[in-house]
């Protein structure tokens, strides 16, 4: 690694780690009962959405020990392709809701992401940036796929806290790289009045725009939302 990758990478990796483990107190944080309130993923139940971070930090911990031959088809922003909004219909979506409620105890579901996530997070400190892994019929650096996977884990915090006002946000400064993340992803960046957090709600279609909102976004607004999958 060259002494100008090496602060670069450890920059991306400080953000990862800090996205992944304040997603992860969140969920640490919270009631029983807040595991039935729905959540900002249309259709899926707060418990519904810790089930798929449970599967998130087992795609991370795979993806790590996939290593791939030949040069790399996609980085950081080209790893996230855009898709029509979810239907309910695929089969890994209508799995997730029994899967969640096969739990039972929240308590349960809670252990099994502390202990995969605290895997994860441990195999993301560990990687090679340089090493090629292999994931979505892509390839790509280690390092970039744990910056493409910033764009996750703050998302998801967003969706975790929508209906839980007391819960702690995303950090500012994830807050912040998701947002630069997504203008890279849209080729355009959104109005300064746009605060991080509603540049990433009202570009991923996670609420509508303003009447307001919508004047300012000009003709950027004609390519709303950005559903990444």
Do not use: N
């Not at 449970?54 to 996609?74: H, K």
């Not at 969706?159 to 849209?186: M, N, Q």
């Amino acid at each position: 690694m060259s002494a100008v990758a090496g602060p670069h990478y450890g920059a991306r990796v400080d953000l990862f780690s800090r996205s992944w483990t304040a997603l992860r107190a969140a969920v640490d944080a919270l009631a029983d009962d807040d595991f039935a309130r729905p959540s900002g993923c249309a259709g899926w139940l707060v418990r519904d959405l810790v089930c798929h971070l449970v599967i998130d930090a087992q795609d991370v911990l795979i993806t790590l020990v996939t290593p791939a031959d030949g040069e790399p088809t996609a980085d950081a922003t080209t790893y996230w392709e855009l898709v029509d909004p979810p239907t309910g219909d695929d089969p890994l979506d209508a799995l997730i809701p029994r899967l969640a409620a096969a739990y039972g105890d929240p308590g349960l579901l809670k252990f099994h992401l502390d202990d995969l996530g605290a895997a994860a997070g441990r195999a993301a400190e560990l990687a090679d940036p340089s090493v090629r892994v292999a994931t979505k019929d892509v390839v790509l650096t280690a390092g970039d796929y744990l910056t493409a996977y910033l764009m996750e884990w703050t998302l998801h915090h967003l969706d975790l806290v929508a209906h839980l006002p007391s819960a702690a946000g995303p950090p500012a400064d994830t807050l912040a790289a998701a947002r630069t993340a997504l203008e890279k992803i849209a080729g355009a960046a959104f109005p300064a009045s746009f605060s991080d957090t509603d540049a990433l709600l009202v570009g991923t279609g996670r609420r509508a725009p303003t009447s307001a909102e919508q004047a300012a976004l000009g003709d950027l607004a004609a390519r709303l939302p950005l559903v990444l999958g």
